[in-house]
């Protein structure tokens, strides 16, 4: 089993579009864990930290399930701009040096 | 906002030959990372580096790969026999762990092309 697990899509919407992407991990020790966003040939950024009870940043919208080991982005109101790799990120337990990153979701928002 | 900043964007070289990537880490931070990422496939951990030595290396860190913080500013990454695998976009990044959390600072990143 892959340690961190997407769909890669790609997800087409429409602008305006609520667009959910979902992640899974394999080390259920695992302590800290990302959404990083990735435009085509450049470097991840990182995104929004995921935090057990939840969190929302604007129209972004993080859930951590650590019992499913199930990650999730909601992203409302897509716009244009939001067109790149959705990069699902786990630090393992003790890993305070490393991201182990997930493959990606590709989202393309269309007029 | 400050950067990590890595030279050189492209590096083309050829199978056998040496090469160093260069990296200035945001100049408060401790700790100092290669990561990298073959066109089409994830991003991969390659490398921690902190105090002066390595903290923590992958399986794709093999005796091929050496990192150094030759002085005060710079870290770099050297690939001592490229091959042709090693063709990928390398990511330095930094983080300052004394704020008790990643996530990290990446590079805009170095393409390296081993023909």
């Known amino acids: 089993r892959k340690e961190v697990e997407q769909d890669p899509g790609p997800f087409n919407v429409p602008e305006g579009a609520t667009v959910a992407f979902n992640c899974t991990y394999s080390n259920s020790a695992s302590q800290s864990f990302f959404w990083y966003r990735q435009d085509c040939r450049k470097e991840p950024k990182l995104l929004m930290s995921?935090?057990?009870s939840g969190n929302e940043d604007g129209r972004f919208t993080a859930q951590l399930n650590r019992a499913s080991q199930y990650i999730s982005l909601l992203i409302r109101d897509s716009k244009l701009s939001d067109s790149a790799t959705y990069l699902c990120v786990v630090v393992p337990s003790g890993g305070y040096n490393k991201l182990i990153f997930g493959a990606g979701t590709r989202l393309a928002v269309h007029p | 906002e400050p950067e990590v900043t890595q030279t050189p964007s492209h590096q083309v070289t050829q199978m056998g030959q040496e090469v160093i990537l260069r990296c200035v880490p945001i100049?408060?931070?401790?700790?100092f990372y290669w990561y990298r990422q073959i066109l089409g496939q994830k991003v991969e951990f390659l490398v921690s580096f902190y105090n002066n030595e390595i903290s923590e290396k992958s399986e794709i860190f093999d005796d091929q790969f050496s990192v150094e913080r030759p002085d005060g500013s710079n870290f770099t990454l050297k690939i001592r026999s490229t091959k042709l695998e090693d063709s990928a976009m390398y990511f330095c990044a930094s983080s300052d762990r004394d704020r008790g959390e990643l996530p990290l600072h990446f590079g805009n990143g170095t393409r390296l092309t081993v023909t």
């Open positions: 995921v935090y057990s």
């Open positions: 100049s408060n931070h401790l700790y």
